[in-house]
DNA sequence: ATGCTGATGGCCT
DNA sequence: GGCCATCAGCATG
């Protein structure tokens, strides 16, 4: 049995800490990913964050220590892990966006049946889908149980740009990916959501 | 390659 | 009741 990680790292702001964790391996249940990409969430004034409005049940994990884990559900059908990164108490929080599983290739291929290669972990939902995160995991502290958190080593180089799907704060570049890895999602501005036509003629 | 849209349910006002 | 830190499928170029 290994020595756990040293996860330090997290311990400073989400903007901060994201870019290092650029390259870190996430291992849960047989399956293991290298980060390519995450966001960052959080802090006093972040309107795109969960925490913005306060503590909420579903955000509360983001509230507490660093080297935890916030499990969100989402859309009714996806989850999204994040790393709680620090200081305690300002809601901070890293997204895992994308990664390549680098252990448990068939295993994660069994969870993501027809996908590709490439795509088992491009995306935050399907990441978790191949690690087989889900709410259940929301708040574990990373290395004590059955999920770990390998940092590499501190990455040289990465871009940076809007984050994902987000309607606020599209000028904050706190997106975070390495260059030139495949699994690297694509850039989407946020979906405007088309309201139904012009009010409530449409029937049932 | 890009673009739209439905799925589907928890979360928050 | 409206809004999603999304994805797959299908359409089109």
Known sequence: ??????LTVLE???DRVAPLLLGAVLRHDGVAVRLTEVEAY???DDAGSHAFRGRTPRSS???GPPGR???YFTYGMHHCANVVTGPEGSASAVLLRAGD??????LARSRRPGASDRDLARGPARL???LALTREHDGVVLGEGTVELVPGPRPRVWETGPRVGLREAP??????????EPSVSAYRPAARRPRRAGGRASEE
């Open 171 to 180: 000028d904050r570049p706190w997106r975070f990916w390495l260059p030139g």
């Open 128 to 130: 978790c889908r191949a």
């Open 12 to 14: 400073g702001p989400a």
């Open 1 to 6: 049995m290994a020595t756990p990680a040293d």
């Open 101 to 106: 599983v680098v252990e448990g290739l068939d």
């Open 42 to 44: 959080g802090g006093a």
């Open 61 to 63: 994990v983001m509230f």
């Open 69 to 71: 884990l916030y499990v």
